[in-house]
């Protein structure tokens, strides 16, 4: 009985693998006749050619990071002030010297108004040292005066007209 089945497994093995080989020469002769309908009949192989031609190509790639800028600039006003209202947004492409926000101006009406004051104020010194100034000259004639106030009021018409260029400035 061992012997019997000694000799089955060993048909058994060998009609697998004549199935085997049988197989594979199937294979290799299907991909020859492919390989001959391609090439058309034993010939070369049939190709299809296309002109070459500029294009444009975009694309899309999604990655995450971080970045990091090549440069900084530092933005600030020219005055101090609040900020009443801000002009651009955030990524907004601005032009050069484009206004960015407007900075309330109370503060800045009100030194104006005390620097027109202090103009006004330094011209009416001016004029007054001035009258003092002919008039202490009339005076000095008649020797209503004495030589020092003379000297003074001099000396206040000659720094008047700088005080007026100090408060204009």
Do not use: C
């Amino acid at each position: 009985m061992r012997k019997l089945f000694g000799w089955l497994v060993v048909l058994f093995t060998g009609l697998m693998f004549l199935v085997l080989v049988g197989y594979r020469v199937v294979q290799a002769v299907e991909r020859r006749s492919v390989a001959a309908e391609r090439t058309g009949a034993g010939g070369p192989p049939i190709v299809r050619t296309v002109s070459a031609e500029a294009h444009d190509l975009s694309g899309r790639v999604e990655v995450s990071g971080t970045l990091r800028a090549t440069s900084t600039v530092d933005v600030g006003a020219e005055v101090p002030g609040r900020v009443v209202e801000v002009l651009v947004d955030v990524g907004d492409r601005i032009a050069a010297n484009a206004s960015l926000a407007r900075l309330d101006a109370t503060e800045l009406r009100l030194a104006l108004s005390q620097a027109e004051g202090a103009l006004a104020a330094a011209v009416a010194a001016e004029e007054r040292a001035k009258r003092d100034a002919e008039n202490a000259e009339k005076l000095a004639s008649s020797k209503a005066v004495t030589e020092m106030q003379l000297v003074g009021a001099r000396a206040g018409s000659a720094a008047a007209p700088r005080q007026r260029q100090q408060a204009k400035a």
